[in-house]
């Protein structure tokens, strides 16, 4: 388990360059995950379209730790 009980909430900004534009999947792996999916957690998982449009968001709300 974590070593705090607390909500680290923080954005994250990745970029990456020399992409082929394109339909990509983006997928988070989050290392305390696991006990919260039954709490119906979901795995950040999403698609991007980077066809058209060279940037893009996504947000994803948590209600339980991490």
Do not use: H, W
């Amino acid at each position: 388990m974590a070593l705090c009980n607390c909500n680290c909430l923080f954005d994250i900004d990745y970029e990456i360059i020399n992409l082929q534009p394109g339909e990509y999947t983006i997928k988070i792996i989050e290392p305390y995950l696991e006990p919260y999916l039954k709490y119906g957690e979901e795995i950040l998982k999403f698609t991007v379209d980077l066809s058209s449009s060279t940037s893009g968001s996504y947000c994803a709300g948590r209600n339980y730790y991490p």
